[in-house]
């Protein structure tokens, strides 16, 4: 029983070990461009609809339907974006992962 509790306490402290640098990593910086994704449920419309309304600027069309990549043209675009209708809105360095 002592193992089982040893091995949860290590198993749990390297998953916060291996998650923290991605959830940095994910965190948007006002300097770089921003990948806006929209509800799954709402799709292209949606995020051009978000990027209308929030007043930025495209910069690229996801992969998957709803991300786009935007210009972060001012301190305030993650609010506006999320005040918009965003689902999330990441960093933009990660967007090579979701752009053609």
Do not use: K
Not at 15 to 27: E, N, R
Not at 39 to 52: D, N
């Amino acid at each position: 029983m002592a193992l089982d509790v040893r091995f949860r306490s290590i198993l749990a402290s390297a998953l916060v070990a291996l998650a923290l640098p991605l959830g940095v990593a994910t965190i948007p910086r006002a300097a770089t461009p921003l990948l806006l994704i929209a509800p799954p449920w709402r799709g292209e419309a949606e995020a051009m609809q978000i990027l209308a309304t929030a007043d930025a600027r495209l910069l690229a069309r996801g992969r998957f339907d709803g991300t786009l990549l935007v210009a972060a043209d001012g301190p305030d675009l993650v609010r506006r974006l999320y005040a918009a209708g965003a689902f999330l809105v990441l960093n933009g360095d990660l967007y090579t992962g979701c752009t053609p």
